[in-house]
């Protein structure tokens, strides 16, 4: 894994920038999820008998969030509306073509309920009002140290190592790099910079799925930490700007010589002391050329040399 490097975070870019972080709205109001229940979604209702205000899915998401404005929140009317999702939904509707499972812990762990594709009904004693992650389940997710991601296709999940609470969480990839990316990219900075976030933090985690063979003093495999040493994982941070920008660049692959790379990235051309150019992307440069009118693709393609974006 990469040493400790000097990267920007949101708390710290707020410090260069004035200390003025701007508010934003929660995930629920990323596109896609307006509070009505629609063909090829899972929804949550507030209430039994799917009555209440509803929050809809169209995947897989390990951690709600608790609090506003970051949470997954309901957002249709009716009894329940901005109320963060977590541990607070009474019943469902998955309108998808796939099987999903509700789950009592966060990331996809402790007591499960499935529902089929069609199917309607309330979540059973011990998970009403007590759900936490919900999985799509379109084929058997990876177990043990094992990913099932490629050099083209995204994995499902990654391993990542929890070092403050000494323990790995396997976290759907999507919900990662959401519960990531406003942590190393303000979510106040112009858009075509945090496309190019979305997509380096993307990179970056997928090369460890395919590469790391980590393991924490127990012996657990892991690919990421939840810290510097690789990218900072807040679960429940994720915010309206960030997720629009991970769902913009989410069909693009960044590749060279054909492969997924280590698209490592810090605050400065200089804050890093193992700064390569070429290989490496100042955080701050992005926003300052997206400022001059960059597009993400030309920052992306000034930065790291001989890439090749594809979507």
């Not at 106040?188 to 190019?196: D, G, I, N, V």
């Not at 939840?226 to 991970?246: C, E, I, L």
Request: charged residues 15%.
């Amino acid at each position: 894994m990469l040493p400790r490097i000097a990267r920007l975070t949101a708390v710290a870019a707020a410090t260069v920038l004035g200390g003025a972080v701007l508010a934003t709205a929660s995930p629920a109001s990323a596109a896609g999820r307006d509070g009505v229940c629609d063909s090829g979604e899972f929804c949550y209702y507030f209430n039994s008998g799917n009555q209440g205000s509803v929050s809809d899915f169209t995947g897989s998401v390990g951690d709600y969030g608790t609090e506003q404005p970051s949470c997954y929140d309901f957002k249709g009317p009716g009894n329940g509306k901005d109320t963060c999702v977590k541990n607070a939904a009474a019943s469902v509707w998955n309108r998808s073509d796939k099987t999903v499972r509700v789950y009592y812990n966060s990331n996809y762990g402790g007591t499960y309920q499935d529902f089929a594709a069609g199917a309607k009904g309330n979540l059973q004693a011990g998970l009403k009002n007590q759900n936490a992650s919900h999985r799509f389940l379109s084929s058997a997710p990876p177990t043990g140290c094992k990913t099932d991601g490629t050099h083209t296709r995204l994995p499902t999940t990654i391993l990542v190592y929890r070092k403050s609470l000494n323990r790995v969480d396997r976290v759907a990839f999507r919900t990662y790099i959401e519960n990531v990316l406003p942590n190393e990219w303000p979510s106040y900075w112009p858009r075509e910079s945090l496309m190019a976030g979305a997509i380096a933090v993307k990179n970056f985690g997928w090369y460890w799925a395919l590469n790391s063979a980590s393991k924490t003093p127990s012996g657990q495999c892991y690919d990421v930490t939840d810290q510097t040493s690789s990218q900072v994982y807040k679960p429940g941070s994720a915010t309206a700007s960030t997720n629009a920008a991970v769902n913009a660049t989410w069909g693009t692959r960044m590749t060279r010589n054909g492969k997924i790379f280590k698209a490592q990235y810090c605050s400065t051309t200089t804050a890093c002391r193992h700064w390569v150019t070429g290989d490496w992307l100042s955080q701050t440069g992005s926003r300052d050329k997206a400022e001059a009118g960059w597009s993400y693709s030309r920052i992306l393609t000034y930065y790291y040399t001989g890439i090749v974006l594809t979507s």
